[in-house]
């Protein structure tokens, strides 16, 4: 006999918070779904809900924080480039040595994120898996994949990867990933795991959305639910166990990520880092990328939607932009500081974004709001910077590290285009900087396994080499 739920237990939880349109559909539902959003309903922080909608939790006042702030302890391009100390200290060419010997002993592994949905890209499937190789097709996930195999072929040890999905693009995730043979990289060197969600509110009511009568609308709770995630899914305690002690970190959006390099990663061990960022110089004040600073001594990445345009546009005493240093999202943690972070990652901040949300509406259809009409909650991994001990930042130059896959075509940037535009311009400059010629008009992609960088390039192409058509170079 089939068990029947009963709906009162979860009345008497959602009637304090006015939230009882929840179940206006628990009639009609079957069993199977009543179970799904009875869990659902069980999962969600109310109190926590309601207090982020009414403002009551503590939010930063960045209007005045950013008016002390300074900017970040940094290694800058131009002097990686001539290899001067800089200001830490530290020259490249250490840093490199550094870095190298790091990734050789094995104490270096790759955390990816891969949360997203395509739907901003008008792409039905998670956004991972957006064909993107100008000429290949390669999805996202592919190409990290593949950098993350050629790493270990140059250095000898195996690298693994970290993989974090959400409940919204797990599944297909892993089917395709099996379906791929995970590109080739070894099933010992992959873990998938699946950060937590959050629910979305009306802006004006605050009422939870629906997605469908039998489910939320629920989205990833930022990368900031990387902390509380590798420890539940018991990915920290298998990091731990392998030996690991520094984490790269990247996005899965961004095919341009360095990942692995070895400067940056020796940077962050000679500055003895918890954790270092990469960074790019804002062409302008009006760049749309959170902006690294130092606020009462402590390190903190301010987002742009919360820099007031005066301080953006404030100069140092060289006519450069004060605040300079902008987020891409790359980082390497020490292993040590997820440990410790999990303790006090509940005090991790939530950010409140205002987004358009399609939704059930009361009559039963589908909304398709054409503004913002919700309120989504994330917690952000920077927000670990001021925990850390010793952050750095180090700059690399925009065309060599920052193309992220955003935005549907005919945007203005960050479309599809846009990324394989950048991808090729990269692959180009790899081959005529190891002598070779490439024709007017003539698109190059290189498969990270044909060629990493500019210096894996420089072995397996002959000076004067000439390429007359456009081609896909790989090793396989």
């Known amino acids: 006999m089939t068990e029947t ?27 199977a779904q009543r179970r799904e959003l009875a869990a659902q309903i069980e999962a969600v922080d109310l109190k926590r809900i309601d207090s982020l909608f009414r403002g009551e939790v503590d939010q930063a006042d960045w209007d005045q ?14 002097d990686r480039e001539i290899g001067s100390v800089g200001r830490l200290g530290i020259t490249s060419a250490a840093a490199q040595e550094r870095g190298t010997r790091a990734l050789t002993s094995g104490e270096v592994g790759v955390l990816l994120t891969a949360g997203g949905q395509g739907s901003r890209l008008e792409f039905e499937l998670p956004k991972s898996m957006y064909p993107i190789g100008p000429l290949s097709g390669a999805t996202l996930l592919q190409i990290h994949f593949e950098k993350v195999r050629a790493l270990s072929k140059r250095y000898g040890v195996a690298i693994p990867l970290y993989l974090m999905t959400s409940p919204a693009t797990h599944d297909d995730t892993v089917r395709f990933l099996d379906e791929n043979n995970r590109f080739g990289l070894p099933k010992s060197d992959l873990l998938v795991f699946c950060q937590g969600s959050m ?27 990387t902390v509380a995630a590798l420890t539940a899914s018991g990915a920290l305690e298998a990091i731990q166990q392998r030996g690991l002690r520094q984490l790269f970190y990247l996005q899965v959006d961004n095919p341009l990520v360095p990942i692995g390099d070895p400067q940056l990663v020796g940077y962050h061990l000679l500055a003895r880092s918890e954790l270092t960022s990469l960074a790019v110089a804002k062409q302008s004040p009006q760049d749309k ?5 130092t606020i009462d001594g402590q390190l903190h990445v301010i987002e742009y939607s919360d820099l007031p345009d005066d301080v953006a546009e404030q100069c140092d005493q060289d006519d450069q932009l004060k605040f300079w240093a902008g987020s891409i999202a790359v980082h390497v943690f020490e292993v040590g500081l997820f440990a410790r972070a999990q303790a006090v990652q509940s005090t991790l901040p939530f950010h409140v974004a205002r987004k358009k949300v399609a939704h059930l509406g009361p009559d039963g259809k589908q909304v398709v709001p054409k503004e913002p009409n919700a309120l989504k909650f994330e917690k952000f991994i920077f927000d670990l910077l001021p925990a850390a001990r010793d952050p750095i930042v180090v700059e690399f130059a925009e065309a060599d590290c ?16 846009y990324v394989r535009q950048m991808m090729c311009a ?13 024709a007017d008009g003539v698109e190059i992609e290189i498969s990270p396994l044909f060629a990493l960088d500019a210096a894996g ?6 000076p004067g080499q000439s390429f007359d058509a456009s081609e896909y170079l790989t090793a396989e």
Do not use: C, I
């Open 457 to 462: 390039v420089a072995e397996q192409v002959e």
């Open 426 to 438: 990269q692959h180009r400059r790899w081959l005529e900087a190891a002598g070779a010629k490439v």
């Open 65 to 78: 924080l950013s008016r002390r702030a300074e900017p970040p302890p940094a290694v800058r391009l131009a």
């Open 289 to 293: 990328v959170g902006v690294f600073a």
């Open 199 to 225: 629910p979305a509110v009306d802006v004006e009511s605050g009422k939870l959305l629906m997605a469908d009568k039998h489910r939320l609308f629920l989205s990833p709770d930022g990368h900031g639910g």
């Open 402 to 417: 920052f193309a992220p896959l955003k935005n549907a075509p005919g945007a203005e940037k960050d479309t599809p285009e």
């Open 5 to 31: 739920l009963d709906q009162q237990p979860l009345l008497a939880r959602l009637e304090p918070f006015g939230q009882q349109h929840l179940l206006q559909y628990w009639e009609e539902l079957p069993q």
